[in-house]
């Protein structure tokens, strides 16, 4: 694959290290980036699950089928949970 670019973009093709498809790169933040999942909920991908970033596409270090065992944040989740008070 040609490495032309360095870093994802919005509208990139995300693949699997299997080479199937995510999805496409929705938006980019400080250390992930969001990932648009047809009939999937979205989910952000930290920028070390990169194996390379060609022309066109991410390539993950990791399959697509893999994706959802990460755990990573879904698109719509809050990060900020305040756990803390009483409980009975």
Known sequence: ??????QPME?????????????????IRTTDFGVD???QPDVYVPFD??????????????????????FWAHAGEDMNVDLSGQYD
Do not use: F, K, Y
């Open 1 to 6: 694959m040609n490495t032309g670019a360095s």
């Open 11 to 27: 509208g990139m093709a995300v693949i699997g290290s299997d080479m199937q498809r995510v999805g496409q790169v929705s938006s």
């Open 37 to 39: 999942r047809p009939l």
């Open 49 to 70: 699950a990169i194996a390379e970033v060609t022309d066109d596409a991410v390539v993950l270090t990791i399959t697509a089928a893999q994706v959802d065992d990460m």
